[in-house]
C-alpha cells in the first residue's frame, strides 16, 4: 500500500506540473515518427493549441537546437486565435536539428489585466498594487532569464519602485511599458510545461528542394553518330546548359553494360556487334555499381567533370539503380543475393507484358541480409566520396522501404548535403512514404499524368502541411523509357503553364518545354527504346537567363 500511495504522489506532482496544455504542434509527421523537413536560411513556421485553467495570461516558445548540442536556443510564439501560437525560425545550417515547444502563466500580465480593470471600474487597488511590488522585487533579485542589459534594467526599475513616495508613484511604474517588456522577458517562469516530445527537423541545402534538372547520355554527346561519348564531351556542354538556367546536371548509369542478353535497337531481342545496349543492364568483366563503362572515360576524368560542373554552378546528379546485367561480379560474388529459379536460371526483371531479359534484380531479405545492404551503401558512398552529392533513385518503390530509411540515415548522417531524387511514378501514398524515410524529392511523369486534371489527382493525395514538410513533388517532362509519343507538328496535350508558380509547394513543375524541343532517334536507350537529342527551337524562347521557376525536368 506504501509503494502504491508513493506511486500515487508521484504522479499527482508530475501531472500538477504541467499544468498548460500543449497539444496539436505543427510539423508533425506521424506522431514524431519521422522527421519534418526545411531548407536553409527559409522560414519554418512551427505552430501549436497552448491553453490552461482561469484566465491567466501565457508565455510560449519554441525550443530548437543542433541535434547533440544540449543548449536549446529560444524563439518566442505569439499568439494567432482561439489558442493556437505560432513562431517562426530560420535554421543556417544543413543538418538536422531538435525542436520542441514549452509555455507557463505569464503572472505579471496577469496581474497588470486585473489591476486595469479593478482600476478602470473605480474599486481600491492598493493591495493589488502591493502584490505587483512583491512580484516585481522579486523578479529583479531571482530571475536569470533574459539578457544582462534586460536585468539590469529591471533592477533599476525596482529601485525606481522602493523610491516611490505613495500609491501614484507606485501605479507609474508597475503599469509603465518599460515594466511590462522587461518583467515579459525575464520574468520567473513557474509552473513551466514542455512538449514531451522532441521532434526531429532535417534541415536540407536549397537544391533539395529546388533545382531544374538537365538529363544527358554522356555516349550520345560527341557530336559524331561514329564515335562514343565521353567525359570530356560532357564537360563541353556544360556552358550551354548553364545559360539554359539548369541547376542539376543528371546522368543516366555510367557503369560497364552487359553484354548477356544485350537489347539491340528498337528493345530488339538481338543486339548488334556495334549495339551499345541499355546503361541500365549494370555490370560486366570491367566491374559493376563502383565501375566506369571504359568508353566515358577514366574516374580523373570524371573527377574533372564534376569539378567542371561546380565550375558552372551545376550539381552533378548519379542514377541510383539497384539491377544488374547477368554479367554483374555480384551474381558470380553473391549467388545468394538473387533470385534462382528452379532450373538454375536468374530470374530476370519484368512488368508485364514488358521483359528486361537484360537485367536481373536483387532481393533484399534472406541470406541477403545484411550484406547487401551494407554493399549499396558502400556504393552510395563510393560516388559520395567522388563529389557527387545527389542521387535519382530508379523505381526505389520496388524496394523495401526499411532499407531507405536506413541507408539513406547512413548516408546522410555522414554527409547531410547528399539529395536523394526518388522516382515513384505516381502513388501518392507510396511517394509520401518514401520522403518520410529520408528521400527530399519524388517524383512523377507528364508521361503519366499528361493533362491537368491527372496532374491534381497525383497531388490531391497528399495534402499540403505534409507535401510542406516532407518533400518537393515534381513532375519530369519525359521518362528515358517511356516518350510522350509527339511527331513533328503534333501539339502536346495541354499541361499546367509551368511560368505560373502555385500556392501548394507540392505543384511545383518543370518548365523544360520552354527551353526546347525534342525529337527522336532511332538508336538503344534504356530498354532499347529511341534516345532523343535536343533540338534548338527559337520558337521556345532559348536564352541566357536563370530559369526561376523550374524545380526540376528531364533530359
Not at 1 to 21: D, G, P, Q
Not at 468 to 474: D, N, Q, V
Request: proline letters at 8%; glycine letters at 8%; charged letters at 25%.
Amino acid at each position: 500500500m506504501a509503494a502504491k500511495a508513493e506511486t500515487s504522489e508521484i504522479r499527482l506532482h508530475r501531472l500538477a506540473e504541467a499544468r498548460v496544455a500543449i497539444e496539436g504542434v505543427t510539423p508533425q509527421i506521424d506522431g514524431g515518427r519521422f522527421p519534418a523537413k526545411a531548407v536553409v536560411g527559409q522560414p519554418v513556421t512551427v505552430e501549436a493549441d497552448i491553453f490552461c485553467d482561469g484566465h491567466t495570461p501565457l508565455q510560449a516558445a519554441l525550443l530548437s537546437r543542433p541535434r547533440g548540442d544540449r543548449r536549446w536556443d529560444e524563439t518566442p510564439m505569439r499568439l494567432i486565435e482561439n489558442d493556437r501560437w505560432r513562431a517562426v525560425a530560420e535554421f543556417p545550417e544543413n543538418r538536422a536539428y531538435e525542436y520542441t515547444v514549452t509555455a507557463w502563466p505569464d503572472r505579471f500580465r496577469g496581474w497588470r489585466e486585473e489591476v486595469i480593470k479593478k482600476h478602470g471600474a473605480g474599486q481600491s487597488i492598493t493591495l493589488e498594487l502591493k502584490e505587483g511590488e512583491t512580484l516585481l522585487l522579486r523578479t529583479a533579485g531571482e530571475t536569470r532569464i533574459g539578457s544582462g542589459e534586460d536585468r539590469t534594467a529591471l533592477r533599476a526599475l525596482a529601485q525606481e519602485l522602493r523610491n516611490a513616495q505613495d500609491d501614484g508613484d507606485r501605479f507609474a511604474v508597475l503599469m509603465s511599458d518599460q515594466a511590462l517588456v522587461l518583467m515579459g522577458r525575464c520574468g520567473l517562469r513557474e509552473q513551466i510545461t514542455r512538449y514531451p516530445l522532441v521532434l526531429t527537423l532535417v534541415v536540407d541545402r536549397e537544391r533539395a528542394a529546388f533545382g531544374a534538372w538537365y538529363e544527358l547520355m554522356p555516349r550520345s554527346q560527341s557530336g559524331d553518330p561514329d564515335r562514343h561519348g565521353t567525359f570530356d564531351d560532357v564537360i563541353a556542354r556544360l556552358p550551354y546548359i548553364h545559360d539554359l538556367g539548369f541547376d542539376v546536371l543528371y546522368l543516366p548509369p555510367i557503369h560497364p553494360i552487359g553484354s548477356a542478353n544485350r537489347k539491340g535497337r528498337n528493345n530488339s531481342l538481338i543486339a548488334e556487334p556495334d549495339d551499345p545496349g541499355s546503361p541500365y543492364a549494370i555490370g560486366s568483366e570491367e566491374g559493376g555499381h563502383d565501375a566506369l563503362h571504359g568508353e566515358l572515360g577514366s574516374f580523373d576524368d570524371f573527377a574533372r567533370l564534376v569539378t567542371a560542373a561546380r565550375e558552372h554552378d551545376l550539381d552533378v546528379a548519379l542514377d541510383f539503380a539497384i539491377q544488374c546485367s547477368p554479367d554483374h561480379p555480384w551474381i558470380r560474388e553473391h549467388p545468394e543475393w538473387f533470385d534462382w529459379r528452379p532450373d538454375g536460371s536468374l530470374k530476370y526483371a519484368e512488368n508485364p507484358p514488358k521483359k528486361y531479359e537484360d537485367i536481373v534484380n536483387v532481393h533484399f531479405y534472406g541470406d541477403a541480409l545484411p550484406s547487401l545492404w551494407l554493399a549499396l551503401r558502400d556504393v552510395v558512398l563510393f560516388w559520395v566520396d567522388r563529389g557527387v552529392r545527389i542521387f535519382r533513385v530508379d523505381n526505389p518503390h520496388t524496394k523495401p522501404l526499411p532499407f531507405w530509411e536506413w541507408m539513406i540515415g547512413e548516408v546522410t548522417a555522414a554527409h547531410p548535403d547528399v539529395v536523394f531524387l526518388s522516382e515513384a511514378f505516381t502513388r501518392p501514398k507510396m511517394m509520401k512514404r518514401l520522403a518520410k524515410v529520408g528521400f527530399q524529392q519524388s517524383y512523377s511523369y507528364f508521361t503519366w499524368r499528361e493533362h491537368q486534371d491527372r496532374t491534381d489527382r497525383v497531388h490531391d493525395g497528399t495534402d499540403h502541411l505534409r507535401v510542406s514538410a516532407l518533400h518537393a513533388a515534381e513532375l519530369f517532362r519525359e521518362h528515358t523509357g517511356h516518350q510522350p509519343a509527339l511527331s513533328p507538328g503534333e501539339r502536346p496535350p495541354r499541361l499546367p503553364d509551368p511560368g505560373l508558380p502555385g500556392s501548394d509547394p507540392g505543384r511545383q513543375l518543370g518548365n523544360v518545354q520552354r527551353f526546347r524541343a525534342l525529337r527522336g532517334r532511332g538508336h538503344a536507350g534504356q530498354g532499347g527504346v529511341p534516345e532523343l537529342r535536343e533540338i534548338p527551337d527559337p520558337s521556345l524562347g532559348l536564352g541566357s537567363s536563370r530559369a526561376t521557376s523550374s524545380p526540376t525536368s528531364a533530359f
